[in-house]
């Protein structure tokens, strides 16, 4: 692969000469050499979300990470909704790293990271009550920022207040966590390991903050503390002996010469600075946080494949040019079974947007794209992706704005697809997808500027077909195929 340039087989929508002059690897993206010469970098991954979370990184990482000795999660908490499938039965993953489900996988839980303590325990609960076995396979780092009863209070009492401008927020506590980290009178993993009456002076020092806050500024009822004290006491015995630093581990394990899979939470809309702000999350879903978060140089993360649906889908508020509000829409959301695997909450559905994943491809340095749920444009008889947008004025808009009372306002300029009439579902051979299906990927490609290597045809790990043969495609291929 290095210097070269990837080869896919693309559809008649987008000859190959064309997309080999817009897309070449900026520099080979899986053996970056060390100034010793040592291969730095060809054995680690990141999965990231291209769109507006919920694009099935669960499936994608869970898919992949049987060939890695460290699975990562490095941002946001349990907001995240991750759904794996494992023999017959389905996982709903909020904190645990995906790679749970492969005995021998170590999964971290970073410093940039908000963890709610009783979530946590909660999930390794089921894990065990499903005959995972977890003991010694889950390190919560001692930065990570923990998030308290009190947080939750507040993140309810906040979206109250903004009434109709609500973010629609999984109501998890995130955006309070981490305003207080950023305030810098978080309660972090290490309190957890602390003794119990240093943790007992510190949580109710904050959480009668919060409680002041509560009541002060919003009129809301203040959280029980002998209530929440009792609960963070339950769970700090269990989880105390997780807390560990995660950058060490990390660097052993690539010392040892072994891989680590990085899993983004969330996705590039969603994240703090790059998405739809105000209503976004409050992390950062880039890539690049994970250097930060983990506490490694950014040299230790491998190339990153950013995880996008064949149409769009966002939960809570704010802008969604593509969305549908109709039949085609509604048709979408049930039978891509879209709603949330936090909050249960439908999805707002609607076409492939690639103005936005474009620029998702731009900001976040996304190598590579796994589409997944191709199997739920079955049966439409066409299909549209957005290219570009305009404003009731009629100008033209080509790429995301930063204000999102301008994005609010953008009307997509679609381009009209065929749809297939042979359906998709199961296939794991590219051959094997009808000629519309192929032209769909290859013309997505071209519009994203990023080569398209997964897609995913169904929830299961063996509904899916690796795209390409370049280098970085072998690899995927062996991963998958290891499982
Ligand atoms: P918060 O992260 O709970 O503060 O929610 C902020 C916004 O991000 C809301 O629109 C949520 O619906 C959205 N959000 C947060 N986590 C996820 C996720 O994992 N998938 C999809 N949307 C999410």
Redesign the pocket.
Known sequence: MAGGFYTADLGSVAPAGVFREAFAWPSPPIAIRSRAGGRMSQDSLMII?GQ???EGKGKVVDLLSGGFAAVVRYN??N????TVRFADRRFALHLVPSGIIHPGVTCYLASGMVVDPSGLVGEMDKLVGEGVEIDGRIVLSPRATLILPTHRAL?AAREGMRGADR?????????PAYQDRAQRRALRGHVLADDPSTRRRDAMALMEQHNHELEALFGAEPVDLEVAMAELERVAGRLGPLVAEVGPALRRHRADGEAVLFEG???VM?DLAWGTYP?????SCLPGFAAASCGIGPRLLGPVIGVMKAYA??????PFPTELDDATGEGLRERGAEY????G?P?RCGWFDAVAARFAVEVAGIDAVAVTKLDVLDGCPEIRVATAYRLPDGSAVDTFPADSTVAERLEPVYETLPGWRRPTEGVTRIADLPAEARDYLGYLEAKVGAPIVIVSTGPRREETLVRGDGELERRLRELVAGG
């Open positions: 979300g507006w979370g919920d946001g908490g907001n995240a909704g991750h993140d973010i629609g927020t999984t109501g998890r506590g995130i955006g939470a969330q996705g969603l209503y976004v999350t409050s992390s889908t966002r939960v809570g508020g704010g949330g695997t936090t909050t909450r999805r």
